[in-house]
């Protein structure tokens, strides 16, 4: 869902969201069609497959479109890698016991470890972009007790 998000803003921008509606309108069909036939056949399983296929579907198809309305340079196999990453990484964290609240929460920085590593390597995010994000959360935090005092204080 949130590369599709990312690559409606082409619609918005352009102004053409009726065009997005009939994206997500083909996207609502399948997964309302795939949850019908799938949660018969699989269970509840059947609905978490076919919101995946509709989200993947919704995706590929604005990604093909979106381009003809706002030319943006998005980086798709960057994307799809981290999703990948993701996903592999959930799967793996179901083989660990969860009994356990310590062993958990090492297994799940263990993870989280490996994430930040494989968004390196794969050159989603760089250094700059920690510092940047290390710059950033240091100012909200400093400009934090005035910001509370104005909500909690001030006259609206």
Known sequence: Q??????SSAFFVSGETKQ???ILAFGA???VGGSIIL???????G????????NF???????RLAPQYWEVPY???KIISVIVIVSVLSYLRGFW?????LMGFAINFALFGIFILGIFVIGAVSLDDFKKAKALIEAKIKDFPKRLYIFLFSKR
């Open 97 to 101: 016991p969860r009994e356990d609240i």
């Open 57 to 63: 579907a919704i995706y590929i198809v604005s990604s």
């Open 29 to 31: 069909v399948i997964q």
């Open 47 to 54: 609905a978490a497959i076919s919101m995946t296929c509709a």
């Open 20 to 22: 997005w509606l009939r």
């Open 2 to 7: 949130c590369c599709y998000t990312i690559i």
């Open 75 to 77: 980086q798709h196999g």
């Open 39 to 45: 949660v018969q056949i699989i269970g509840i399983f």
